[in-house]
T-cell receptor, first 114, second 113 residues
Framework: GEDVEQSLFLSVREGDSSVINCTYT??????LYWYKQEPGAGLQLLTY?????DMKQDQRLTVLLNKKDKHLSLRIADTQTGDSAIYFC??????????????FGQGTILTVHP | KAGVTQTPRYLIKTRGQQVTLSCSPI?????VSWYQQTPGQGLQFLFE???????NKGNFPGRFSGRQFSNSRSEMNVSTLELGDSALYLC????????????FGEGSWLTVV
């Protein structure tokens, strides 16, 4: 079955890099997403990667995918206080019974200290 | 380009009542999916619609239902509300449902008293 796991908390100092980790279950045709949620708001799409890729970079964000270990990470360079939020990893499996469905991790609360 | 629009943003209902939430997807997007977010259960998939057809459904009781109209706008309905239905209900929009960008609205905050 589908199961996505994340560590619950991460605390970093402003200007440092943050690395948020996630493990997923299905390594076939899968899209993996990172979303950010600020208090009282919806989910903001940060980036996504297909399971046949190893890495994707978008400005301060770097996504690394280890297909063998089914491990996904999101690195935020030069972390700012405005990056404090909950970050969700989500899996979308391209198969009939799972089409159109995102399975989310529990979310990682990132706290950035000045 | 307008984003995903959900209405109402906030509402308070009494146990036993019913509620209808609305979602307008991004123009050109034909897939709309719904999620429930609670502190205890996290983000859980309710159902997904594509071209007015429900393609996938999560593990929720029959009190939760939805539909999609020909203009891709979607509504979800919860009947016989229970206290445990208090949650943030999020709508997501994409072109085809999987394998591409999936955008979320700001959500509808439902409180059942």
């Amino acid at each position: 079955g589908e199961d996505v796991e994340q560590s619950l908390f991460l605390s970093v100092r402003e200007g440092d890099s943050s690395v948020i980790n996630c493990t997923y279950t299905d390594s076939s045709s899968t899209y993996l997403y990172w979303y950010k949620q600020e208090p009282g708001a919806g989910l903001q799409l940060l980036t996504y990667i297909f399971s046949n890729m190893d890495m994707k970079q978008d400005q301060r964000l770097t996504v690394l995918l280890n297909k063998k270990d089914k491990h996904l990470s999101l690195r935020i360079a030069d972390t700012q206080t405005g990056d404090s939020a909950i970050y969700f990893c989500a899996e979308s499996i391209l198969s009939g019974t799972s089409y159109g469905k995102l399975t989310f991790g529990q979310g990682t609360i990132l706290t950035v200290h000045p | 380009k307008a984003g995903v629009t959900q209405t109402p943003r906030y509402l308070i209902k009494t146990r036993g009542q019913q509620v209808t939430l609305s979602c307008s997807p991004i123009s050109g997007h034909r897939s709309v999916s719904w999620y429930q977010q609670t502190p205890g259960q996290g983000l859980q998939f309710l159902f997904e619609y594509f071209s007015e057809t429900q393609r996938n459904k999560g593990n929720f009781p029959g009190r939760f239902s939805g539909r999609q109209f020909s203009n891709s706008r979607s509504e979800m309905n919860v009947s016989t509300l229970e206290l445990g239905d208090s949650a943030l209900y999020l709508c997501a929009s994409s072109q085809s449902g999987s394998g591409n960008t999936i955008y979320f609205g700001e959500g509808s905050w439902l409180t059942v008293v």
